[in-house]
Nanobody, 123 residues
Framework: QVQLVESGGGLVQAGGSLRLSCAASGGTFTSYTMAWFRQAPGKEREFVAAINRAGGLTYYSDSLKGRFTISRDNAKNMVYLQMNSLKPEDTAVYYC????????????????WGQGTQVTVSS
């Protein structure tokens, strides 16, 4: 069983950038597809991006592709989300998730979750 801890959230102005990090422990990191989700106030949690076990394949929410980049460092058991050109509508709690399967976008399709990190984008 893997434990996930997110960090790197904060307050940023519109147009700025943030890099979120997720540290994994307690499991074999390379056994998992890693993903980021987000949940804005009053909205359902939504898929942001995912990366495969080796880090060579990624896929994104169509609405975010081009501004966000997911990556992982298997030597450090870390996954990252680089967020550029941030907009106020990107304000949300961002969650790291892990699952042994590939190609999933549903919140009920990921077995392990972190506690989330708040990202607030001011206009």
């Amino acid at each position: 069983q893997v434990q996930l801890v997110e960090s790197g959230g904060g307050l940023v102005q519109a147009g700025g950038s943030l890099r979120l990090s997720c540290a994994a422990s307690g499991g074999t990191f390379t056994s998992y597809t890693m993903a980021w989700f987000r949940q804005a106030p009053g909205k359902e949690r939504e898929f942001v991006a995912a990366i495969n076990r080796a880090g060579g394949l990624t896929y994104y929410s169509d609405s975010l592709k081009g501004r966000f980049t997911i990556s992982r460092d298997n030597a450090k058991n870390m996954v990252y989300l680089q967020m550029n050109s941030l907009k106020p509508e990107d304000t949300a709690v961002y969650y790291c998730a892990a699952d042994s399967r590939w190609g999933r976008r549903g919140t009920n399709e990921y077995a392990y979750w972190g506690q989330g990190t708040q990202v607030t984008v001011s206009s």
